[in-house]
C-alpha cells in the first residue's frame, strides 16, 4: 500500500540560499568605475623575460566558410587561437581583448577567409599595443561528393585551419592546412596475395605556407590541398556508393596501390608545383586493416631555400 506523503513547506528561496551557504553582501570599498580601477597588466617594470605568447585557446565561435564547391557557403564552429609576444617591460596582456574584437567581426557576420583574418590580426595588434599578433582557426569544411557511377550524392568533410601571424615590421605569415581521408591499397599485399589485397584508411595531413600574392578570389586553397591529396591516393572517400559505385572503387583502388611513402611523396609533387604554395609539410597515417599499428610518413620542403 503506498504511503501518502505531506505536501512540504519550503522556506523561501532567499532562506534556501541562506541554508545552504550564501551570506550577505559586505562592505564596500574598492572603485567600481574602470577609470578608477588599477589596470595591473599595464604595470610597466623589467619584469626579466620577454613572453612568446600570451593569449586565449579554445575559443569556440560561429563562423561562415566560403567555398568554391558546393556548399558555397556554410555556417559552422571555428576554434579559435589568439596570441601575440609580450614585452619585457610589460607584465601581461588584457585577455578581454581577444573576444571583444572577436564578438565586434562577429556582428558583421564573420566570414573566415584569409583576407578578412589579416585585417583581424593586424587589428588587434593595435589593440594591444603589442609588436605582433597571431590568429588560427580550425573549422570542418563539407563539400559535396557525387557517387562515380549512379551519380548520388551526398556530404564529405575534411578538417582545415588558417594560420596568419602579423608583425608591425616584418608584415604577414599566413599558414593554413587540411586533413583529408582516403583510401590505400597495400601494394605489397597485392604484390604477395594470390586473391587480394589489404586496404585501409589513409589520413592526409597538408600544411603549407602561402606566397604573399596570393589571390583567394582566383583559388581556393581548401580544394587545392584537397585535390592533391585525393587525386593521388588509390581511391577517394565516398558518403554514398551502391553496388555499381562500390565496384567502381575497389578496382580502381587495386588499379592505384599506395604506401604511405608513396602518398607523401605525390602529394609533395603537386604542392612543388603550385606557384603559391612557398613551403610544405606533408604527412600521411595509415590505419592498418591488419596491423595493430598505424603507418606513417612524411615530408617537408622549403621551396624558399632553393637557389
Known sequence: MNEIKTKKQLPSKEERHKLFGSVEPGPRTKPEEK?????????????LFELDAVGVQNVKHPIVVPSTLNPKE?????????????????????????????????????????????QFVKEL???????????????????????????????????????VNYHHENGYDVKVGLKG????LCPCSKEISEYSAH???????????LDP???ETNIDWKEVLLEATE?????????????????????????????????????SSDLYELDFVKQFHVKCVNEES???????????????KEK
Open 35 to 47: 577609470s578608477k580601477m588599477p589596470d595591473l597588466q599595464n604595470t610597466k617594470k623589467d619584469f
Open 231 to 267: 587525386s593521388n591516393a588509390s581511391a577517394r572517400i565516398h558518403p554514398v556508393l551502391k553496388r555499381p559505385d562500390e565496384k567502381m572503387v575497389t578496382e580502381q583502388a587495386y588499379e592505384n596501390p599506395r604506401f604511405v611513402e608513396d602518398m607523401v611523396r605525390l602529394v
Open 199 to 209: 586496404n585501409q584508411r589513409g589520413n592526409v595531413i597538408i600544411e603549407v605556407t
Open 74 to 118: 556554410q555556417s559552422t564552429i571555428g576554434n579559435f587561437y589568439f596570441a601575440s609576444t609580450i614585452s619585457q617591460d610589460s607584465k601581461g596582456t588584457n585577455m578581454s581583448r581577444f573576444t571583444e574584437q572577436l564578438n565586434v567581426y562577429h556582428a558583421n557576420g564573420f566570414k573566415v577567409d584569409i583576407k578578412t583574418l589579416k
Open 290 to 304: 591488419i596491423h595493430l599499428h598505424d603507418a606513417i610518413a612524411s615530408i617537408t620542403y622549403d621551396k624558399r
Open 125 to 163: 595588434q593595435g589593440r594591444l599595443k603589442q609588436k605582433d599578433a597571431e590568429l588560427s582557426v580550425e573549422f570542418p569544411w563539407f563539400f559535396e561528393r557525387e557517387a562515380p557511377y549512379t551519380g548520388k550524392s551526398g556530404m564529405n568533410h575534411a578538417e582545415a585551419w588558417i594560420k
Open 181 to 184: 581521408k582516403i583510401t590505400t
Open 213 to 215: 600574392d596570393y589571390d
